[in-house]
């Protein structure tokens, strides 16, 4: 076999794939499975002669006359975008994860093809954070969403989003930020930017980092690629970061994919009161997420083992903290004011006076009380603690 | 007038603020003489969550003060003056990336206009009263003559029943709410309005969709 033909094999290949990404919905668990089981080219080649199963070729035979592939593949270059597909040496693996996870609302499978912008290889994307959260955000959801960004970006990873407003916005930007690499997955044709006002910041993202769809140009955001999407951003990442999700949110069915692939789900709390936490806190309470309040606990969860683990915040320790409790005791008796004699203290203390007066003398050696005017009292250093 | 790390501040000079930032006069009594100055004026307050100013988690260290100088330090906070601030904000010590480019900035021109119109509305509204702003209008007038949303006036309720707000408190929201509608171009003010003034109040966080309606415009 001469280079030319393996080169028409895979631009045979991308055809077949960028029909049949036209043809069905995204994340068609059908068409995952078909595709897997016979290959692109044979699927695309029954659909054209009906000798597909019947529901399947009935739902492609109402869009198949119209597809064009070539003619889409030159305007998607035309415009800057290319074409993705299994085998390309910038496809990357952790979509594979997919193949195996059971559908959600009807979705699943890995993508047939994914559209890129951008300047970046998807294959960079071997350490990668998702960060998602509701478009009807607060400014503690977005402050928070982009502090957890810039931290994990800082650290190397890149962070996926949905590049929509709210905490999605507030992700990829604390990641640009600090110079870090951001992917933003869409739910539509990456001709156009929803919502039109977010020109800007897409553009941004597709000079820094990429911006991606399963949706071929010129293809409108529905309900149904919204979920298909998440599953995508879930996918993409190794673990999922849920920043304010009210509890009908979006951001939950890309909570559930995460727990699909089996990759871990982490919770960003908010206030009790908030409906905008609410989200989030029962995915806490029911176990399937970890809670999290910084992008150092994040990559704690996600690093590799021992890579990231944290110092466990405790308070720092005193010289009455290393004292016996029978120390403590004769420290405890002895006054702030008025010098009290040794038998005083003891008294005080409940504690025999020969174990007084050794107690007493290791507590000065400490310098934590001093003898004057006939008797023992705190010292300044004493009383600071 | 900005008073900085105000809690350290002399307790009869905080309780001063009291008369200027309600009635925005002040007056100085000195032997058998009575005088009363103007003192209209916007008041900023700045605090530390405690004396070192550690007592939270995004400065990267522990807070090292006891709790005796953490209930001092918060007990000028909380006094009578607290009741007469309409505006707190909780701020977090810059990140890493914090002011990047694709932050949503307004010029203060773009603000200055904003403002501007704000204020006209009021202005518009209140022709031929005695008072131009929604800062300067008496509590019965603003009860009876322009008052908020039923649904809105519950909440407002709602809070003062729970203790959450105080009678006067519950005025001040009032007027904010009419604030928060004059920025967003809202004819009146409505839960939204309301509960945006109560977060500006008490230091919650904002809601990204009501910000949106007044930058937007």
Known sequence: MTSSSGLDDVQAERLARVTLSLVFEPGDPRAAKLCAELGARELVDRLRSDRAAADITTDAGTRLPFVEPERDLERAAVMGLRFVIP??????TCLDGLAAAPPLAERGGPPLGLWVRGARRLDELSDAIAIVGSRAATTYGTDTAARI??????????????????????????????????????????????????????????ERGLVVSELAPGSAPTRIRFLARNRLIAALARGTVVVEAKVRSGALNTANWTGRLHRPLMGVPGPVTSAFSAGVHALVRSGAA?????GDEVLEVVGRVGEHALAEPRAPERVRDRLTVRLQQVLDAVPVGRPAPTD????????????????????????????????????????AH | MHLDEFPLFRTDVID??????????ITVARGEETVTLPARTMVVLASNPCPCGNNVTTTGHLCTCRPSEIRDYNRRVRGPIVDRIDITRALQPPAPGDGDAHERRDTSETIRVRVAEARMRQIARFRGEEWRLNAQAPSAALRERWPLTPQAEETLVGAVVSGRLTRRGSVRVHRMAWTVADLAGVVTPGTDE???ALALRSGDPLRHDVLEAVTAR
């Open chain 2, 194 to 196: 309301v509960m945006t």
């Open chain 1, 149 to 206: 960004a810039g931290t994990v970006a800082t650290d190397g990873w890149a962070v996926i989003s949905g590049g929509a407003y709210g905490v999605d916005q507030a992700a990829h930007r604390g990641s640009m930020g600090v110079g870090g690499m951001t992917v933003a997955v869409m739910a539509h044709g990456l001709d156009r930017t929803y919502p039109a006002g977010h020109v800007d910041l897409v553009d941004a993202i597709a």
């Open chain 1, 344 to 383: 005083g203290v003891a008294r005080t203390a409940g504690i025999g006076i020969v174990e007084a007066q050794r107690g007493l003398d290791k507590l000065e050696q400490h310098g934590l009380v001093s003898f004057a005017e006939g008797g023992w009292r705190l010292t300044d250093a004493a009383l």
């Open chain 1, 290 to 294: 970890t809670l999290v309040t910084s």
């Open chain 1, 87 to 92: 085998g390309d040496p910038e496809w990357p």
């Open chain 2, 16 to 25: 001063a603020l009291r008369e200027p930032l309600e009635n925005g006069d």
